[in-house]
């Protein structure tokens, strides 16, 4: 079954206003959590890394006032998408590293389902 | 600077073997691996390669790594419908562990 589970797996908003996505790591604890966003018919951009604890790592070019990141446990990271637009419609993706091998023993990165956005 | 490329499409017939291409820049990459992502839905970790291996085998799936040319390749054997889906490659830079840079992904179509 899914180790990783996104909710919502589908939102649409109107523009405007402000989305949150959850990230849980079901049967494992993650420090470290990641945020990925896919575009249409291309490859997936890593937004941010979100730690637990402590303030998300945001990659170049990604606005940290527009998707504020929370990872206040170890089971638990958010992303919300603040202020949405028409432009902020994507696939979003997070996933965790299980780095006590809890659920195996590669450290494996496991991915959620997705959450796609769609803002009106 | 970081990049993966892959080739976008790829269409076999059912039965025959795909190989789905990857090159990459970062020479000091310590893990390359293979994702699946099947229509609106994430992703699945098929395999992965260490940087110190030239090759991986694991079931239908043949991983081939190229250090010098930084080139990795994916074999499919006996490809199926199943396997029609997009295939990502990707990279860990050895500078950050927890990083995974991916490429564009491959789409694969299996025609019966």
């Known amino acids: 079954g899914a180790v990783v589970s996104q909710h919502p797996s589908r939102v649409i908003c109107k523009s405007g206003t402000s989305v949150k996505i959850e990230c849980r790591s079901l049967d494992f604890q993650a420090t470290t959590m990641f945020w990925y966003r896919q575009f249409p018919k291309k490859s997936l951009m890593l937004m941010a890394t979100s730690n637990e604890g402590s303030k998300a790592t945001y990659e170049q070019g990604v606005e940290k006032d527009k998707f504020l990141i929370n990872h206040a446990s170890l089971t638990l990271s958010t992303l919300t998408v603040t202020s949405a637009h028409p432009e902020d419609s994507s696939f979003y993706i997070c996933?965790?590293?299980?780095?006590?091998?809890?659920?195996?023993?590669?450290?494996?990165?496991?991915f959620g389902e997705g959450s796609r956005l769609t803002v009106l | 600077g970081e990049d993966v490329e892959q080739s976008l499409f790829l269409s076999v017939r059912e039965g025959d073997s795909s190989v789905i291409n990857c090159t990459y820049t970062?020479?000091?990459?310590?893990?390359l691996y293979w994702y699946k992502q099947e229509p609106g839905a994430g992703l699945q970790l098929l395999t992965y390669i260490f940087s110190n291996m030239d090759m991986k085998q694991d079931q239908r799936l043949t991983v081939l790594l190229n250090k010098k040319d930084k080139h990795l390749s994916l074999r499919i054997a006996d490809t199926q419908t199943g396997d029609s889906a997009i295939y990502f490659c990707?990279?860990?830079?050895?500078?950050?562990?927890?990083?995974?840079?991916f490429g564009s992904g491959t789409r694969l179509l299996v025609r019966p």
């Open positions: 996933s965790a590293r299980d780095i006590r091998g809890t659920r195996s023993n590669t450290g494996e990165l496991f």
């Open positions: 990707a990279e860990t830079p050895m500078d950050s562990s927890y990083k995974l840079i």
């Open positions: 970062d020479s000091s990459s310590t893990y």
